[in-house]
Nanobody, 114 residues
Framework: QVHVVESGGGLVQAGGSLRLSCAAS????????MGWYRRAPGKQRELVAI???????NYADSVKGRFTISGDNAKNTVYLQMNSLKLADTAVYYC????????WGQGTQVTVSS
């Protein structure tokens, strides 16, 4: 069973930056993808960014140019650098790890204040 742990959330002013980290452990099989989703209050969970084995990435339109996803294969870790944060980025951010199935972390709160 894959164990997924997020870190790095917190409170930041609009225009500021945060870096989220996600580490996956517990599987000897290759990770096919790792990514970030978020759920804002009153909204459905949405994709933020994902990185596929081989290095290709995909971003939500709302974060393109502001967020960058990167991975460290040796550490089974993925990062989300979030710059120019907006109030609308306030949400719980969840890390997804895809091996043969989906494994989710418990989430980390990101709060952007004015």
């Amino acid at each position: 069973q894959v164990h997924v742990v997020e870190s790095g959330g917190g409170l930041v002013q609009a225009g500021g930056s945060l870096r989220l980290s996600c580490a996956a452990s517990g599987s000897s099989d290759s990770i096919n993808a790792m990514g970030w989703y978020r759920r804002a209050p009153g909204k459905q969970r949405e994709l933020v960014a994902i990185i596929i084995r081989g290095g290709s990435t995909n971003y939500a339109d709302s974060v393109k140019g502001r967020f960058t996803i990167s991975g460290d294969n040796a550490k089974n870790t993925v990062y989300l650098q979030m710059n120019s944060l907006k109030l609308a980025d306030t949400a719980v951010y969840y890390c997804l790890t895809v091996v043969y199935g989906d494994s989710w972390g418990q989430g980390t709160q990101v709060t952007v204040s004015s």
